[in-house]
């Protein structure tokens, strides 16, 4: 059963807030909309990388942090602005067809069963970024940190091993840069 069709627990609620439940609930459901529309189910990059891993005599790690701490994170951290901002946004779209990030039509000619080019994945992640800092921190900047934290640590502990890390696309620049960071 997809996380969208979930039915209601109180311990849900207990571990992520009202609201951060609410936006676990908007989120699985967009994802399961989007997943139609390109024909991929949600997860199957995941379950791909398990299989891959698998097939190469690899061991999984999983590197991202905890879900449940990035949705109380952004729950906390998200202003009223960024929340009527939002709003505004998504009517702007509706009615005009344009949002701050380009023209609908443009971004509706990406291709989401590829990975997009990394220069326009930086460019929204920057506009994500100024348009919404708590929402960009929270998703984005705070997962960053811990999954190149995790990358670090499995380079330092098995010097000699290949590493394959799969991240989404909008997390590749701010890691790589953290990494390269540490090894300078």
């Not at 994170?73 to 005009?96: C, P, Q, S, W, Y």
């Not at 990406?110 to 970024?129: F, G, S, T, Y």
Request: charged letters at 30%; hydrophobic letters at 45%; glycine letters at 8%.
């Amino acid at each position: 059963m997809s996380n969208a069709k979930r039915k209601l627990r109180v311990k849900d609620v207990l571990k992520l807030g009202v609201g951060g439940f609410l936006f676990n609930l908007v989120g699985a459901w967009v994802e399961e909309q989007l997943g139609k529309v390109v024909r991929v189910k949600p997860g199957s990059d995941m379950k791909q990388a398990v299989i891959s891993a698998g097939k190469m005599k690899c061991k999984v790690v999983l590197i991202d942090q905890e879900i449940k701490i990035t949705i109380k994170n952004l729950m906390k951290g998200i202003t009223f602005r960024e929340k009527l901002r939002f709003v505004g946004d998504i009517i702007k779209g509706a009615v005009f067809k344009k949002s701050d990030l380009g023209k609908i039509e443009d971004l509706q000619k990406i291709d989401l069963r590829k990975v997009p080019p990394q220069e326009l994945i930086d460019k929204l992640v920057e506009n994500v970024a100024k348009r919404y800092p708590s929402v960009y921190k929270a998703l984005i900047e705070d997962r960053n940190k811990v999954m190149a934290r995790k990358l670090i640590k499995l380079m330092s502990t098995y010097p000699d091993s290949k590493i394959v890390a799969i991240v989404g696309a909008g997390h590749v620049s701010g890691m790589m840069n953290l990494i390269s960071q540490q090894y300078k």
